[in-house]
């Protein structure tokens, strides 16, 4: 008790406070979500992310050579096509834009973790994860689409496919669709618990995902629910997932942590668009230290529990991180 016991002792130098760190947070902890559209010297702002980009794949080559110098090891694919359908049909076409990318990533930086996004919702015309039939989303329908874009992406060279439809039964239809064509080595990162959240709003622009009637409170959870969340990443491991996401993040955190001490598989935490857009206002306002709020949210994300963090900071939490 005090005055014996004094903490401060232990803050008194930087020295000492560096060496006493508990979470480390570093550069290979981060994945850098990009998205990624068709064409050639196409680099289209997304106004609500300051400083995040719509890609076309000569560019995105440029960016991801830039992250890759920065030391991030693995990137996030988003597709953004020019033409969308009922049946996702650009999802899970072999010279698909995602499948594109990732071919030329791979090429590029055969060292490079090319993860992708595996979802409906950017390339149907009504905007939702799923096959819609009779005004509601087909469950049992949508999965065989799903597989079929993994397997895809698979063939293209991706390392690792994440599905965030939330559609039940997925990860098993894609685990069965890649080991059945020989792919037993691509991983699965799944979007085990993915809340219907509010701080979606800027990714729906930058995606091009905005559902066209309703919402996506039939397959996206509550987030009132912290047991489902954790069964659902249960059933996601059951059924063949090798890694688990909690998204979004900062909301979230105490289910990043009790699904961390719940299982033994890597779990990662998704700093959503709407966390980076927040900051980025303030920021711009001059309400906030940009860099010392960004670091201390990561490091937050790090804390809770989470092996990696997908976050549109990425760069620059790299560039702060190296000095």
Known sequence: MFPETRLRRLRGSKPLRDMLQETRLTVQNLIYPIFV???????????????VYRLSPDLLVEEVDAACRQGILAVLLFGVPETKDEAASSAYDDQGIVQQAVRLLKARFPDLVVITDVCLCEYTSHGHCGVVRDGRIDNDASLPL????????????????APSDMMDGRVRAIRDKLDFNGFSGVAILSYAAKFASAFYGPFREAAGSMPTFGDRRTYQMNPANRREALQETLDDLEEGADMVIVKPALAYLDLVREIRDAVLCPVAAYNVSGEYSLVKAAAAQGWVDERQIVLEI???????????IITYHARDAASWLNE
């Open 37 to 51: 559209q068709e064409g050639a010297a196409r680099r289209v702002a997304v106004d609500s992310m300051p400083g």
């Open 146 to 161: 799903l597989a079929q874009t993994a397997l895809s992406h698979a063939r293209a060279g991706a390392d690792i496919v």
């Open 298 to 308: 990561l490091t937050g994300i790090k804390r809770a529990g989470a092996d990696l």
